[in-house]
């Protein structure tokens, strides 16, 4: 099993900045890749950023130059940096994880972009 907690979300305005944090626990070497997804209101979830073990990085086009995923094996935590926030990346974002066996959830944080 592998457990995640999601940190960082909140009220930020309009080009304002927010680093998420997402701390593993439990069976974290058998994990391949970590990633966020995020799910605004009436929408589906998507793709937002993924980091794989070796580091390679991939972002949807949507935050691509403003958000910057990253993770610290020896703290078991992955980050999402958000920069130049928009309204339109409000949302619910989740971290995931990825094993041979399955993918694992946390339970999401709340972004808020708003003025």
């Known amino acids: 099993q592998v457990q995640l907690v999601e940190s960082g979300g909140g009220l930020v305005q309009p080009g304002g900045s927010l680093r998420l944090s997402c701390a593993a626990s439990?069976?974290?070497?058998?994990?391949?890749?970590m990633g966020w997804y995020r799910q605004a209101p009436g929408k589906q979830r998507e793709l937002v950023a993924t980091?794989?073990?070796?580091?390679?990085?991939d972002y949807a086009d949507s935050v691509k130059g403003r958000f910057t995923i990253s993770a610290d094996n020896a703290k078991n935590t992955a980050y999402l940096q958000m920069n130049s926030l928009k309204p339109e990346d409000t949302a619910v974002y989740y971290c995931?994880?990825?094993?041979?066996?399955?993918?694992?959830w946390g339970k999401g944080t709340l972004v808020t972009v708003s003025s």
């Open positions: 995931n994880a990825v094993t041979p066996l399955r993918d694992y």
């Open positions: 439990g069976r974290i070497f058998s994990i391949n890749a």
């Open positions: 980091v794989t073990r070796g580091g390679s990085t």
